[in-house]
């Protein structure tokens, strides 16, 4: 009876290793810190201040160094316009990221340095608060790519930390105001770092 049950605890702890190094799937999440580039064009100038965010992610491993990445982004800034040298206010805005990433890893011990890379898309939404000088700004949703770089380092089986710098490009917003009179025609990189932990399963 004995032998049996030893047999049988270790078939579960094989299976369990198994499963562990066969773990194909993690979610994670990070804290973000976002800034963004004064930009310049059609007479108009843009500032965005610097504010902190979260970024949640889901990742499927297709082999153990390619994989396919999902992210939805969060966070709040104030854009800042002057137009024609006269400074216009600011427009509160909710900024959201929605971005898929194809993702190349590399596994050096515990240390699993990282690129990935993908299409997506922003939403800049204002809020109509004190932070928004003009109330008839309207939702810009704009399409762009995902760029980044980092490394996780394992914790465990189920669990990393993931340091990373991101960087997304896409159009500067202009709000769909009359006569477009926040339009710089310009393209910007956002940076997000970010800083998180993820599990496995």
């Known amino acids: 009876m004995k032998k049996t049950k030893l047999l049988v605890g270790a078939l579960m702890l094989s299976a369990a290793a198994g499963y562990a190094q066969e773990s194909r799937q993690d979610v994670s999440v ?3 810190a976002s800034f963004a580039p004064q930009i310049t064009g059609n007479s108009v100038q843009k500032n965005t201040s610097m504010t902190l965010g979260l970024l ?3 990742r499927y491993l297709l082999t153990p160094r390619s994989g396919l990445e999902l992210n939805y982004g969060y966070q709040q800034n104030t854009q800042y316009y002057v137009v ?3 400074k ?3 427009i509160h805005t909710l900024q959201q990221e929605i971005s898929g990433a194809y993702v190349f890893n590399l596994n050096f011990r515990n240390f699993n340095p990282f690129i990935e890379a993908g299409p997506g898309v ?3 939404d204002p809020l109509k608060d004190a932070g928004t000088s003009d109330l008839d700004a309207k939702r810009n949703t704009n399409i762009g790519g995902l760029f980044g770089a980092g490394v996780a380092y394992e ?3 189920s669990f990393d930390i993931r340091v990373e710098y991101r ?3 896409v159009k500067t917003p202009n709000f769909s105001l009359p006569n477009n009179v926040f339009n710089t025609n310009r393209y910007e990189v956002i940076s997000t770092p970010a800083l ?3 599990y496995h399963f």
């Open 30 to 32: 990070s804290g973000t």
């Open 56 to 58: 949640a992610s889901y």
């Open 84 to 86: 024609f040298g006269k």
């Open 88 to 90: 216009q206010g600011g």
């Open 122 to 124: 922003i939403i800049f």
């Open 155 to 157: 914790l465990s089986p």
């Open 167 to 169: 960087g997304f490009l």
């Open 196 to 198: 998180g932990i993820a």
